[in-house]
C-alpha cells in the first residue's frame, strides 16, 4: 500500500470529535505495555523446529531433559575444548533466566533508599501531556476513536482505523 | 608473570568492539555482531564473528545474549566470545593476556559474578578489569586531544541498543546517584520503524536486518518536528522529506539502498516509502511518551540529572556534554538536542555538546587508550586474587554504582545470605572488606541537601 499521493483531507464532523471516550485506564495501561513489550523483541516470529533444524534454537523452559541432556552452542560447535567448565560457568550456561528474575535475585530492591540501582534510574515521567499522533498516518491525531481511544486525524485515517486496527477486545 | 597483551572488549548488546594491545594492531576495533544468527536463505547459523559471511539477510532470526540491556543468555554469549579470542579475531591465549571488558551500567551485583566466573574460571585470564563505558570516556579524547587534561565534570551520553543513559563524571568517577535512564534504544527504534512500515506498506516484521539498514540510512533527527510533519502532506513531487528505498534483493546479490532522483528502477524492485517514518521513528528519544512510554526525553533526562548535581558546579556539567553510542549518529541529534537544551538550561549558563567522530567505538577507544596507560596493572583484578577471595576481589577494586554507598554492600550479603539458591562452593560472603574503598575516590558524591 504506498502512500495516498495528493489525497484530499476530509474533515471529521463534530459528532464523532465530541464524543465522550471514556475506557478503562487498567485496560489501556495493559495495552501500552504489551506494546512496549513487542518493541524490545528479537524476533518477531518465533521459528518453529521444522524451519530451523535442531542446532540452533532457544532453550525452551521446560520442553527439555534438564541437565545432562542440554548441550549448549559450543557444545554443538565441538571447538575441541579438553577443559571441563566449573559448576558456576555450567550453571549460567544451561539455566539461563530472564531479566525479572536476575532483578528480584539481585536484591536490588531491598537495598537502602539513598542508593541508585538500575530501579531507581530511570527517568521521571514528563512534564507535559503526550502529544496525540494519529496511529495510522502519523500525523497529529486530533481525535480518539470511542472504542479503543487509539488518537487519528481525519475520516481517511479513522475508516482505515476502524477497518484493520481498531482493538474491539482492546487486549 | 607479565600478561603479554590486553584483551579490550567493548561488550555492547549488539556489537562487540573489540581489539589488543599490541604492535600488530591498529587503533580500529573490529565489530562483531553479538547474536547467534540463522539465516534461512544461507541455511546456516552464524556465531559472532561468523555473521560476516552471511549474504541472504531476510527473516533472520537472532539469539542475542542481552535483554534490555543485561547479559542473560551466557551460552550465546560464550559462543561470541570463544570466537573473538579464538585465532579467527583476537589470536589470544587468555591465561597469559589480560582482559579489559565494559558491562551495562547498574549491572545487576548478581551477574557481576558470573562475568567474573567467567573471566577466571572459564577463560583463565591472567588479570582483568571490568568498566561501564562512560567511565572509560574520560581516558579518550571525546573532549578534546590526548595531550590537555579532561575536564573535571563531564556528561555522558551514551544512546546504545538498549537503552540511553546520562552518566555524569566528576574528576574522573561516575556520580551514580545523578545517572539517569531512559528505556529508548536502537533495538526499540528498528522495531518502531518496522511496526510503522508494516501497517501502512510492506509487511516487515521478520525483517529486523533490513529495517535496521533502512534506519541508519534514511532516518534523521528533526529540529522541527511541526513543521516537517506538515510538509510530510506536501505534493510528494514538492515533499523534500520522502525518500524512495529500494529493498534490497540478496536472491540478485543487490543492497538495499535510496533511490537517487531519477534513477530507473527494475520492475521487480520494491520500493519503500520513507516520509515522516524518517524523522518520527529516532523522535521517540526526544518525545518517549509518542509510543506511550511514560518517561522523560532525553534533553530533559539531562536537565533531570544536572538538578541532581552540586549546584556550584552545574555549570560546568552544562558546558562539557559528549554524546556517545550509535543511536547519536542520526543527523539533526546534535542540533536537536543543543536547542532543546538551550531552553532548559538557566539562561546564564553556557551549553556545549561534544560529539565524537564515531560515536560507536569511541567508548572503545577510550578503553585501548586505557589499557596502554601506564597505570592500567594497577587497576585490575589477577586470577591468583580471585582463586584467594572470588568475586569479593573484583567487588573491592572495581568502581561501581554500589562504591557510592558503604551500606549496600553489607545488604546485598545479608541479603544473599538468606537467598533460597545459594552455591555451597562460595567462599564465606562475610569475608572482612579491608582498603580498596576508602582510597578510591568516592567522596565526590554530591553532598548537602541533595542527598535526602
Ligand atoms: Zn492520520
Ligand atoms: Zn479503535
Redesign the pocket.
Known sequence: MPPKRGRPRRQVQSTAANAQVWIDPDVLAKRTKKHLEELERSNYTEPSATLTGADDEEPERGSSVRGRARQTISDKREHGRKKKSTMNVRTALLYRKNLTTLIEESGISSLPANCPTYLTAVVPPPNEPPRLICSVCGYWGKYK?V??A?PYCDLNCEAV??ET???RRVI | MEPSCIAVLDNGACTVKCGRTSVSYDDQPRLITNAVVRSRGDKATYIGHEFDQCRDFSSLHYRLPFEKGYLVDWDAQKAVWDGIFSDEVLKINPSESSLLITEPYFNLPNLQEVYDQFVFEEYEFHSYFRSTPAALIPHGTLYGNSSSAPPECMLVVDSGFSFTHVVPIMEGSIVWSAVKRLDVGGKLLTNRLKELVSFRQWNMMDETYIMNEVKESCCYVSVDYRRDLDMCRWDPRKNPILQEYILPNFSANRNGRIRKAGELINEADQILYMNNERFSVPETIFHPSDIELQQQGLPGAIASSISLLPEDVQGLFWVNIGLIGGNTKFPGFCDRLMLELRSLAPSDVEVKVYTAADPTTEAYKAALAFARNSAFPSHVVTRAEYQESGSNACRRKFKDWRSSDRGVDQTLDRRKGKAPMQDSDEEPSSAPRKGGRTRNRTGIQPSGPRRR
Request: aromatic share 0%; with cysteine; proline share 0%.
Open positions: 476513536c472504542r479503543c487509539m482505523h476502524k486496527r481498531c482493538e
